[in-house]
């Protein structure tokens, strides 16, 4: 792995300002970015929430007492550094709407009917190849305000901790082919077409499960030219 960073890789990234995004407008900064340098206790410190993770927190049909209602799927796929190495003991979180696209949140005010089987959230740590697995619903896409007409395509938000508290990385997992790519700011705040086509999982037929469930691979670059695009850069 290279130590010097790679900054033509941060192309890849979303833009802080975006005005499509209207919200952007208002939290992109207007001066240059000061680079500050990490202290030994920030590169060093506790890792973050790892021990909490419990057995069964990656599959989040099997919360509640009920199964939640939709369509069960697997997502799966590997943490990898830029030389596409498994990056093992990775904190990887989920967070999404349920499958009629709303979310167990007080602002969430979607006129869409929550799942009481259904909390939206889960975590797992990945293993020494950096593999990762989750079980969950796929979610529905939901109206969003930004814009007339304006609707997120189905996507699964994911985040990915290192060794402390400031090697948060924060994502969005999309499928393939959805057809409100086009008219998605957020999605096309990514400049380059082969970043934004990162961010987008691939039906995988060989990790389905026979009359159980659809399974999607999404793999996690974290620096780098095949970098995926990350929404705190």
Sequence with gaps: MTFIYPTGSNKAHPLPLSPEYKSSIKRAPNKPLIPMRHTLSELTGPVYGHETVREGDNDLTTQHTGEPIGERIIVHGHVRDEDGRGVPNSLVEIWQAN???????????????????????????????????FVTIKPGAYPWGNHHNAWRPAHIHLSVFGHSFVTRLVTQMYFPADPLFPFDPIFNSVPDEKARARMVSSFDLENTQPEWALCYRFDVVLRGKNATPMENH
């Design 99 to 133: 499958s009629c696209g709303r979310y167990v949140h007080v602002r969430d005010q979607h006129p869409a009917p929550l799942d009481p089987n259904f909390t939206g959230a889960g975590r797992t740590v990945s293993d020494a190849a950096g593999y990762y697995r």
